[in-house]
């Protein structure tokens, strides 16, 4: 699945593929993939707009389109197979296009999904959207400070994995990227937060940004290989119901 590291490269291609693109057509491909909105609507609001701004916060995905204030911001959230495809060739579209964008100048923009975990849909404030699914900070926000973190994890019990991908507490985080995280910083999975030293909570805050920034795995992830850290044997888990590895000589 679509952690927070790959919805930003998605950011990133949507803003250099689409952004001050005019619309002249939102075709939707297959209802199933919108939230609640009809494909009718869908398409009257964003006929004629312009895709101006992306954000990103966690794994989901909004561009803002031109206007007055109430003006259309379409979400994306990639679910499992969710991916972008930008092409001017119409023979060019993906098989699983389920929304196109049509623009003005002949280019397309398709979101396509072969499982239709994702969703494509409309929502007025993000801002009210976050609040409305208590999604948790973002952790590369640059307002998300170290004492931020602190107060969270001061506020909550539990295995730090669960924590961690609790998207209340911090929003984007997914188990690969947990597993990194903890690998580096050589805590257990179910060390509880309460057993955490300060100096360890630090540790998980740099280095859950390092492993989102710069996506780089180290941990390997099959069961009774060694550790390239320190000779240890990689271990096998369920934790927070995901499955887990981590070395079971140096977390701790």
Do not use: W
């Not at 495809?85 to 296009?97: G, V």
């Not at 609790?166 to 947990?178: E, F, H, K, P, R």
């Not at 580096?184 to 998980?204: D, F, Q």
């Amino acid at each position: 699945m679509p952690e927070l590291p790959e919805v930003e490269e998605y950011g990133r291609y949507f803003a250099r593929h689409a952004l001050r693109r005019r619309i002249a057509r939102a075709d939707v491909r297959d209802e199933r993939i919108l939230g609640e909105i009809r494909k009718e609507t869908f398409a009257r609001r964003l006929r004629g707009r312009t895709f101006e701004k992306v954000r990103r916060h966690g794994k989901h995905l909004f561009v803002m389109t031109n206007g007055q204030a109430g003006a259309p911001v379409v979400h994306l959230h990639f679910g499992m197979t969710g991916d972008l495809a930008f092409y001017r060739d119409a023979a060019k579209e993906p098989r699983f296009a389920r929304v196109v964008f049509d623009f003005d100048d002949g280019s397309h923009l398709a979101f396509e999904d072969m499982r239709l975990f994702g969703v494509v849909d409309l929502v007025d404030d993000v801002d009210a959207f976050i609040a409305a699914h208590r999604l948790g900070r973002d952790p590369l926000d640059r307002k998300f400070r170290l004492n931020d973190f602190e107060e969270l994890i001061a506020k909550r019990r539990g295995a730090i994995k669960a924590l961690l991908m609790s998207q209340d507490l911090v929003a984007g985080m997914g188990n690969l990227y947990v597993d990194e995280t903890l690998y580096l910083t050589g805590i257990h999975p179910r060390r509880t937060t309460g057993k955490l030293k300060k100096a360890e909570v630090h540790a998980l805050f740099e280095t859950m940004r390092k492993v989102l920034r710069k996506p780089n795995r180290k941990l390997p992830r099959d069961e009774g290989e060694r550790c390239p850290r320190c000779g240890g044997t990689i271990k096998r888990a369920v934790v927070a119901g995901r499955t887990t590895y981590f070395c079971g000589k140096h977390q701790k």
